[in-house]
Structures are given as structure tokens and as C-alpha cells.
């Protein structure tokens, strides 16, 4: 809009991209993980230090493992990818 | 792999080694929070333990565990001990997960020998400080008589042993009284000399020895072992520039200098024996590394490597 001239975007692409996110969304195979009965509290501090983790402090070797797979395994509150790449 | 259960052990693990870590790095800002964290993924690993037959899943969980507890106590001043212990559970899962073919994050292969090699750095040799690994040499020289005692446990005649080898391969000009020479040949061989070092790393953390024979190694009131123990740490330095591996170059070595100096600080006279003379040689190392520390203020492997390298005499 900035000089005046209005976005389009084609309505076929908007379509696909909408179909092939939906279809993608609907046949992946989603975690399916049991909430605790008493789930852990985790302080800010936590996530200061789980985030240190992911970035920082973790293994030298199997680096993708330590960064992905093991934080994953470690809580379904904290694996979100909006965590990981906080 | 992932789509399974949640193991808050393994969450504590993970907020306790990197909470150690920070510590490290920016002070002792949350004290407590490291170790807190530490002790409930201990407690939860016991229990994980507990429930068998194992599950891939938590099997891996629980490796992963066991393994950022060996990590965490690279970070701790007081860690050699639980490093050396958490190793040996690692490698001891690792094991059980072997045999019982349980896959998923980590690889379970056994490691190749050839390995090795690409730690290796036998062209650094010529920037080994000579003088020092002589009074190596003699040093442990001195301690012969003490470690050739019926009393001496076996274990620690053995990494005795390999010390002595290690050093014995790299020094051009020997000098030895008390210790037998096992080495044939007198060209100094730096590969060998890193080999020993890296066996007596596999026979603290494998199952070669018995765990009430490792405790009694590790005992801080045992102190002929903490004397041995001692040169053992130091050597691990000075030898930096021939086994340095590629991807630990980042690892931050100021607890392992702590490591020595506790070590150090657990070494008394007695009536019989001056013990004190006989960690001299492992002392006047500890200080060179202390400096080093204190210079560098976060010492990394890397940074160690470089320096030791750049200057030999340091």
C-alpha cells in the first residue's frame, strides 16, 4: 500500500498453498503424549537455562541429537519450536 | 522417536548441566539451581532404572540422562569423581542397549579403534616442553617404591603403569633409578605416548574394573591413588598437544584444573612418607594452569591447545 498500489496476491497460489498445508497438517503423524497427572512447575529460570541449553551448552558431539531429539524427549511443555528458536 | 513420553529426568539433566555451564560462564548467579536440578534427574534416573524391561524410548532418555550428568560434572570444581562414575553408567546402559538392540537417538556401534588416529597429533611432538615430562618421568620414578607395595590395589598399579609408558614414550632422554624400563624401543613414539593416555580414560569409565576397585581409586582419603591420580590429570595437560580432539576444542577446562587442585589439596605427609615431595611435579603444572585460567578467564581446550602450542616453555 505504501505507494498507493494494493497487494494481490494470485488466488490459485493462495489455494494451493492452503490446500497443501491443510493435507500436511492432517496426515502428519502427531505426537501423541500423555500429560502428567502432576506436571512439573518450571520457573523462568528454567527456560533461561533450557534456551542456554539449546544454544550453548550442550554435547560437542551428536549435536543435532542434543539440540532436536533430546529436548523433545524431555517435556511436552518445552519442545515447542517456538522454544527452541526463542 | 519423539512421539512418546515425556521424562522430566531427563528435563532436570538438562537444566542442570546447562545451569552448571552457566555458572561457569557468568558467575554463580542461581546457586543451588544447578544442583537442585542435578539431584532430581538422579532420582529419576534411579527410579527409570527400576522399571525394567527397558523401553527403547526411555532407554535412550535415560542414556541421554547419564550422559548430561557425566557433562554436568565437567563443570563442577568437586566433579571428577561423579564424572568418572556417570561415565561408567553411560557406557554401562550403552551396553545393555547394545545387547538388547534397543535403537533411537544415539548410535550404538561400538566405537572404532581407528578413531583414534583422528584424535591424534603426533606432529605436535616437537613442541612438548622436554624438560618437564623428564621431571615427569622422575617424579613418578619416585613414587616405584610406594606403588610396588603388596598393599598397592592392582588398579592403580595399572594406570601407574600406563603413565609411566605414556611419558616413556616421549621422553628423548630417560632417566629412571627405581621403575624397570618395559620400553624397547628408545624412539620416541608420541602416538603410543597419547594411546596409553586414552586407555587409561577407557579403564576408568569401562567396566574393566570393578566399581568398589574405581571408588577406592577415586577416594579422596586414599592417598597414594590421589598422588597418581594427580600426575595423571597433569600429564593430561601437558600431553594437550598431542591428543587434542576436534570437537572438544570448545570444552572449558577450568574445574579440571580445580580437579587437580583438590587432588593436591587431599595429599599429606603421614609419619612414614612425605607424600607432598611426590606431587610436586603434578603441582608446578596445576599452578601453570591456574595462571592460564586466570589469564584467559574462561579456558577452553581450544584455547589451552593453542597456548601450549605457541609456547612450549609456558
Not at chain 2, 26 to 48: D, F
Not at chain 2, 106 to 128: A, C, I, K, S
Not at chain 2, 140 to 164: C, G, N
Amino acid at each position: 500500500m505504501k505507494k498507493g498500489i494494493r497487494c494481490e496476491y494470485p488466488t490459485i497460489f493462495n489455494q494451493k498453498q492452503h490446500d497443501r498445508i491443510v493435507s500436511e497438517v492432517l496426515n502428519a503423524r502427531r505426537p501423541q503424549m500423555p500429560l502428567s497427572p502432576n506436571p512439573t512447575e518450571y520457573t523462568a529460570n528454567d527456560m533461561r537455562l533450557f534456551h542456554h541449553f539449546i544454544t550453548a551448552a550442550h554435547l560437542p558431539v551428536y549435536e543435532s541429537a542434543w539440540i532436536r531429539d533430546v529436548p523433545a524427549m524431555s517435556s511436552e511443555v518445552l519442545h515447542t519450536p517456538g522454544v527452541l528458536s526463542a | 522417536m519423539t512421539d512418546c513420553y515425556q521424562y522430566q529426568y531427563l528435563m532436570h539433566a538438562i537444566l542442570a548441566s546447562a545451569g552448571a555451564h552457566a555458572n561457569l560462564l557468568y558467575g554463580n548467579t542461581e546457586p543451588g539451581t544447578a544442583v537442585r536440578h542435578r539431584q532430581n534427574a538422579i532420582q529419576g534416573l534411579n527410579e527409570a532404572l527400576a522399571r525394567w524391561p527397558l523401553q527403547a524410548d526411555e532407554a535412550h532418555a535415560m542414556l541421554a540422562t547419564s550422559y548430561l550428568l557425566a557433562f554436568q560434572s565437567h563443570f563442577m570444581p568437586d566433579g571428577f569423581a561423579d564424572y568418572i562414575l556417570s561415565m561408567r553408567g553411560s557406557f554401562q546402559l550403552k551396553d545393555v542397549l547394545r545387547a538388547q538392540q534397543l535403537r533411537g537417538v544415539f548410535e550404538l556401534e561400538l566405537e572404532d579403534p581407528g578413531q583414534l588416529t583422528v584424535y591424534l597429533r603426533p606432529q605436535n611432538f616437537h613442541v612438548l616442553n622436554q624438560k618437564l615430562l623428564g621431571d615427569a618421568l622422575l617424579s613418578l620414578d619416585a613414587i616405584f617404591p610406594m606403588v610396588d607395595s603388596p598393599s598397592t590395589h592392582d588398579i592403580e598399579k595399572a594406570i601407574y603403569q600406563k603413565l609411566v609408558e605414556a611419558v616413556r614414550y616421549v621422553v628423548l632422554v630417560p632417566r629412571m633409578h627405581n621403575i624397570p624400563d618395559t620400553v624397547e624401543t628408545q624412539t620416541p613414539d608420541p602416538v603410543q605416548a597419547a594411546a596409553e593416555i586414552c586407555k587409561i580414560d577407557c579403564l576408568l569409565q569401562s567396566q574393566e574394573w570393578p566399581q568398589k576397585e574405581v571408588i577406592h581409586l577415586l577416594s579422596p582419603s586414599n592417598t597414594l591413588s590421589q598422588v597418581i591420580m594427580s600426575h595423571y590429570a597433569a600429564l593430561r595437560f601437558v600431553l594437550t598437544p598431542l591428543c587434542a580432539p576436534e570437537l572438544g576444542m570448545g570444552t572449558h577446562v577450568k574445574a579440571m584444573v580445580e580437579w587437580c587442585e583438590i587432588m593436591l589439596g587431599n595429599v599429606k605427609d603421614d609419619g612414614q612418607i612425605r607424600w607432598t615431595d611426590h606431587v610436586q611435579w603434578p603441582a608446578r603444572v596445576t599452578r601453570a594452569m591456574r595462571r592460564c585460567v586466570n589469564e584467559n578467564q574462561h579456558l577452553t581446550l581450544g584455547e589451552l591447545f593453542d597456548t601450549l602450542v605457541e609456547d612450549p616453555q609456558y
